[in-house]
């Protein structure tokens, strides 16, 4: 799969294509993967890796914060990063189980800092590529119809706009019972130097830990 990214200074974008066992709506995430749902894993939730997490740096907030804001938006409030969400909703006892596919995300986001999308590949017209929003482009990002404003938030674009970003992904592209094809996309940083490739490798290691296939 080809994904054309944008030249952006600080990006380090990681991503890759995950084939699921069977569809979405016939898989259920394992204990181990709802135990790293919380803001501290209970022990033995990663037993074959002793790498429990990939832990988010002191100071990668606000690398991640200025990464989003440099061409227009301004990520605070509802238009924050979406780790930053999972942690106050972990920590608040709210963040529960979805399905695997966003589970996985989820967990590896809410560990490491960066923001995650697991967009459903068999749901986004090619080509795809990483770019900048127009100012004023909307999308709908949840099945309430609520819209979220992404002009000149970095984004990932399908034939039809865009569809998915660190803040809040298209309801559009969202997986579902029918699932089977994943791009996962961690929106990651320059720095600090390796972060990114280390949650990549985390999310991938945990996406074949659940049964799935991984290019």
């Known amino acids: 799969m ?5 030249d952006l200074p600080g990006l380090a974008l990681r991503h890759f294509v995950v084939e699921l ?16 749902l919380r803001p501290t894993p209970k022990a033995g939730a990663e037993a074959s890796d002793p790498e429990i997490a990939v832990a ?21 409030g509802r238009g ?10 972990a920590t608040a006892g709210r963040l529960g189980s979805i399905n695997l596919a966003v589970d996985l995300g989820n967990a590896v986001s809410l560990h490491s800092g960066l923001p995650i999308s697991v967009v459903d590949l068999d749901r986004a017209a090619g080509p795809l590529r990483i770019d900048l929003p ?3 482009t909307k999308y709908v990002f949840n099945q309430g119809g609520q819209e979220i404003d992404v002009g000149g938030l970095l984004s990932l674009f399908d034939a ?7 803040v809040k992904d298209a309801q ?3 997986t579902d019972a029918t699932t089977r094809r994943l791009l996962a996309i961690v929106w990651g940083a320059v720095e600090p130097p390796g972060h990114a490739d280390a949650v990549a490798g985390w999310l991938r290691r945990l996406c ?6 991984v290019e």
Do not use: F, M, Q
Request: proline share 10%; charged share 25%.
């Open 2 to 6: 080809n994904l054309e990214v944008i």
């Open 21 to 36: 066992p069977a569809p979405l709506g016939e898989l259920e995430s394992p204990d181990w993967l709802v135990a790293l």
């Open 56 to 76: 988010a740096p002191e100071n990668l907030r606000g690398i991640v914060r200025d990464l989003l804001r440099g061409h227009g938006y301004r990520p605070t």
């Open 80 to 89: 924050k990063p979406s780790a930053e969400y999972l942690v106050a909703a």
């Open 134 to 136: 127009a100012a004023g």
């Open 160 to 166: 039809a706009g865009p569809c998915a970003n660190a």
């Open 172 to 174: 559009r592209t969202k």
């Open 208 to 213: 074949v830990r659940a049964g799935a296939e």
